[in-house]
């Protein structure tokens, strides 16, 4: 008979445990050192992690795992800790025989008033999230747009190289930089990773944009660092200054260096006219470096309404079937309802908010 314990996570286990994630097969395999630097230096404190055990007479071995990665939001001048879960999982031969919405919700109950909210954005495990609680209505955006004329030409071409070998070592000659690009009159300052990093530019962006930025993922220097600077992958930041003091930047990546992903955004003012410029000057900038199309990530209730009409307006709903219904799953701790209120406002949400 297999016997069962769990019990919270200690840094001896990381390795173990990061060869039964990867062993699933359900992302890309992760080097024990980026799990490290993701789970421990964060701006907002260590990832909480508890794991699952199983002894079937040959010894006690990792079976599954829950954990909450602690994420830095702003609501106005309140500071908040909310947690998104990360690689939950249990092993497929025990998916039966452990009852596993039992242990989440004990692992829950333990952080109530650790933070004001816990959410994920796994879909697959939408139908668990509403048993614990979660609200499941938020509706995910996956927009994207292509790069060249006719548009839609370069998002169907972009389908083709990812089903063929073939065809994508036929595109390295980039044969659709002949045809019409995007092009934008607006300047942009292109920051690597290390620059990005030590920028004037981001030492106080987020001061005077949380003011009007409502519910958001913090912004600051260290929270871009951790989430995109420090990560592996090439991007790129895009940064604009305007005369009249308002900022914004676009993050951008790609590893193949034919889809682009605006991986962020923002504004430090929400303004429609200059969040068209931004985005226009973005999809020319992927352009010109020779991409076929850029991919954008966000929520219906993201943002406000006229500044979610420019991505509506500039951008397309993505050709993929598996886009076509995903959803946030979000949850209010007892810390959350006081700090916040019972009901969720607006929530800002890009790929920054998308911890692995």
Known sequence: MTRFRTRRMEPCDASAFNDAYNSLDVAPVRPLEEMQRLWRGGPGGPVKSWIVEADDGAGWRLIGHHGLCPVRFTLGKRDLLFAKTVNSFLLPEFRNRFVYLRFEQRCLAEVEREFDATYT???????????????????ELDFEQGLH??????????????????????????????????????????????????SHFFSDFWDGARLSAGLAPRRDAV??????????????????????????????GSIDGFHFRLEDIFLSAPRPDMLRALLDAILAWCADKGGLMLSFM??????????????????????????????????????????????????NITAIAAIA
């Not at 995109?228 to 005369?243: C, I, K, Q």
């Not at 979610?308 to 959803?327: F, M, N, P």
């Open 223 to 252: 929270d871009l660092a951790w989430r995109f600077w420090d990560a592996p992958g090439r991007r790129t930041t895009l940064t604009v200054a305007w005369p009249c003091g308002t900022r914004g930047y676009g993050i951008v």
């Open 121 to 139: 954005l796994a879909e697959l495990a939408v139908k668990l999230r509403a048993a614990l609680g979660y609200d499941t209505a938020v509706l």
């Open 298 to 347: 966000t929520t219906v209730d993201s943002q406000p309404p006229e500044m979610l009409a420019v991505y509506h307006r500039r951008l397309r709903k993505s050709l993929g079937t598996r886009h076509r219904v995903q959803h946030v799953s979000r949850r209010l701790t007892a810390l959350g309802r006081e700090r916040i209120g019972p009901d969720w406002p607006p929530c």
């Open 149 to 198: 004329a006719p548009a839609l030409l370069s998002r169907l071409a972009m389908r083709l190289a990812w089903r063929s070998a073939y065809i994508k070592s036929l595109m390295r000659s980039r044969p659709w930089r002949t045809m019409p690009r995007r092009k934008s009159a607006l300047a942009l300052s292109e920051l690597n990773d290390t620059v990005a990093r030590h």
